[in-house]
């Protein structure tokens, strides 16, 4: 129990006061999704019922403008998947699961110790995986132009995925849903492994001893693990949603939540997790060019339902499913064999490689995210003071602020914010490469020819996208 | 942090700031001139996309629409209009002159004394994709671009750097 800490981590439980009693309350989650369902709803609403114009519903400057960026450039980078903890998507599915909102049931029929309804079905083994939530989110970008501009596409897509969760939930034990399909929590796992919180374990061997295994299993004072991974043994954050049940139900008071350095982890363990890292920077660099560009076909191409130019919009998504399954990925699997063979030595198998270095991607990829997001908030970000007045866009005037004329926040200065983004990405890609090359080869100069080409590739990659943000 | 890694992280940041001052000598652009350009502006893009000048050069433009009311938002430059479709005048303010009233002019004028890339964007709300009508003026020599590609090469070369040096471990 008294376990050192591992260097670089702070126990939060412990020295943040009061944060282990608001964490360990059983009513912590219900009250923190409460209201957040009530204004996931309310958009939902807005989306069906309020003005079809984009910036005047709040819908869409809510959801795609202000929570994306908080999601993608805070409460990633600073807080995992804290967005998980408060999701209200899977409530109704969760809720018809246990029947309580907020206490614990124990006993048959179930999962582990705790009593739950629904056919508790396994997930598909050849499934369980991300590639489900590579291909959704990869679709839905596929139409993010209507997906982004429309407020009744939103309300659509965003009702479905609460039908969605909920039938799932019906059929398959605990979290199936928001482990592997939900096309959010795709990345959300990928870029969390950067983030500078963690939930884990105080000490091992406490864990090794317990017999209970109550994080996993459930018990009185807690639910087991809804995310289907066993939190004694977590050593990367990309499946941990932070619902804090672990630290409810261990019954040796060893969970805890820690700080750490930012990029501390960017191991990635499989071929999906590659491949989403792959599309979400291919995602980047496609959204930078036909969101941010100023060339007026490519947005033509990416809004067909308006353009009527389906043609070109077939030439939109076939580019952007090769470049990001296809392009990116065989880029990596180049530099890769390049630099184990430039090693000189039987390090790794290529596997190895191509999994290992790809996870240079996890720093750049958020650094790329985050640099295309902050033009979008300091343009945008006015239009919150018009929607909150009057959010499904009908003439209310409820705060005073539904006039106010569109103010954009110094977007000048977003050049500098980007480089200073992607120069931040870029270190924290050397640094990913150049640990796993070192962890591989036992000696520097075998490292340094390893990870040289993935390296210069990554250069290049952030140079890009400085050259289009700022060139 | 050791002396030793002190040397080591001070030494990178000068390897990454020579780089980005090397990217930022780009050479000075061409003498100032006049440059009068016609754009049009449609949902959701304006053409020519991008504007390239020189620091220092007076740029005459005319913008018509082709559909419906647009605007042209330049930041930095404290210029906004609106476009009328048919209307051979373009309604001109300037946001940072609270009160000021509308000016109807036949071409934006202004003087590019500022260098690196700004986005001039519709202010107007003209459909579904208004937020993402925009376009690009260049204004050289964009020393920003030259610095941030500069210093990219320099935190490469400070992790070759980093990663060749003979000390042993390789943390």
Redesign the interface.
């Known amino acids: 129990m008294n376990a050192p800490q591992p260097s670089g981590r702070i126990d939060l439980l412990r020295t943040v006061p009061g944060l282990k009693w608001l964490l360990t309350r059983r009513w912590f989650q219900f009250a923190v999704v409460l209201p957040n369902l009530a204004f996931f709803y309310l958009f939902i609403i807005a989306g069906a019922f309020g003005s079809p114009v984009g910036s005047r519903n709040i819908i869409i400057i809510f959801v795609w403008i202000l929570w994306w960026f908080l999601l993608i450039a805070v409460m990633v980078p600073f807080a995992s998947r804290v967005w998980c903890t408060v999701c209200p998507i899977p409530f109704f599915g969760e809720w018809y699961q246990r029947r309580a909102l907020v206490g614990v049931r124990v006993g048959r029929p179930g999962v582990g110790r705790n009593r739950m309804w629904g056919f508790n079905r396994h997930w598909p083994r050849a499934l369980s995986n991300i590639w489900l939530q590579n291909l959704g989110f990869l679709l839905l970008c596929t139409f993010s132009v209507p997906l982004l501009t429309r407020p009744i596409v939103s309300a659509i897509v965003l009702g479905g995925l609460v039908l969605l969760a909920t039938v799932l939930h019906v059929i398959y034990r605990q979290r199936a849903f928001c482990r592997y399909v939900c096309p959010i929590g795709g990345f959300l796992s990928l870029y969390s492994m950067c983030s500078m919180v963690e939930v884990r374990a105080r000490n091992r061997e406490t864990c090794d001893e317990c017999t209970d295994k109550s994080c996993l299993a459930g018990g009185v004072t807690g639910w087991g693990c809804p995310w289907h991974v066993y939190p004694s043994k977590l050593d990367r954050n990309n499946y941990c949603g932070l619902c804090m049940e672990c630290l409810k139900s261990c019954t040796h008071d060893n969970m805890t939540i820690r700080a750490r350095p930012f990029g501390s982890e960017t191991a990635l363990k499989s071929y999906d997790e590659a491949w989403k890292a792959f599309i979400m920077i291919g995602l980047a660099l496609a959204y930078s060019v036909a969101l941010l560009g100023p060339w007026g076909i490519i947005k033509d191409w990416a809004n067909p339902t308006e353009s009527g130019k389906w043609g070109g919009f077939a030439l939109y998504a076939g580019a952007l499913w090769t470049l990001t399954l296809a392009i990116v990925p065989a880029a990596f699997y180049a530099a890769a064999r390049l630099g184990r063979r430039l090693a000189g030595e039987p390090g790794m198998t290529m596997k190895e490689a191509f999994l290992g270095f790809s996870g240079v991607l996890v720093p750049l990829g958020l650094a790329a995210w985050i640099a295309f997001s902050i033009p979008l908030i300091l343009v945008n970000g006015s239009y919150v003071l018009n929607v909150i007045s009057d959010p499904l866009g009908r003439g209310w005037d409820l705060l005073g602020t539904a006039h106010t004329p569109w103010m954009p926040f110094h977007p000048e200065y977003a050049s500098f914010l980007q480089l200073a983004v992607l120069l931040t990405g870029l270190f924290y890609a050397l640094r990913s490469g150049w640990r796993f090359a070192g962890e591989r080869y036992g000696d520097r100069p075998a490292a340094a020819r390893a990870v040289a080409p993935v390296a210069i590739l990554s250069t290049a990659v952030a140079a890009g996208f400085l050259w289009m943000f700022v060139g | 942090m050791t002396a030793r890694r002190v040397f080591h992280v001070a030494g990178a940041v000068i390897v990454?700031l020579a780089g980005a001052a090397a990217g930022a000598l780009l050479p000075s652009a061409a003498p100032a001139q006049e440059r009068r350009i016609q754009m049009t502006a449609?949902?959701?893009?304006?053409?020519p996309?991008?504007l390239h000048v020189n620091r220092g050069d007076t740029v005459r433009l005319r913008i018509r629409s082709l559909d419906v009311i647009h605007g042209f938002?330049l930041?930095?430059f404290d210029i906004k209009a609106s476009i009328i479709p048919d209307s051979p005048y373009l309604e001109l303010t300037h946001?940072s002159r609270k009160g000021e009233r509308v000016e109807k002019v036949e071409e934006l004028v202004f003087v590019a004394d500022k260098t690196?890339?700004?986005?001039f964007?519709c202010?107007r709300?003209c459909?579904?994709?208004?937020?993402?009508?925009?376009?690009?003026l260049i204004v050289a020599p964009?020393r920003?671009?030259g610095?941030?590609?500069g210093?990219?090469?320099g935190?490469?070369a400070a992790?070759?750097i980093?990663?060749?040096?003979r000390d042993p471990g390789?943390?």
């Open positions: 990454v449609r949902q959701y893009a304006y053409d996309p991008v938002y930041e930095a946001p690196g890339k700004f986005r964007r202010s709300v459909g579904n994709m208004h937020p993402f009508m925009q376009g690009e964009n920003l671009a610095a941030g590609i210093a990219c090469v935190l490469l992790a070759a980093v990663a060749l040096r390789l943390s």
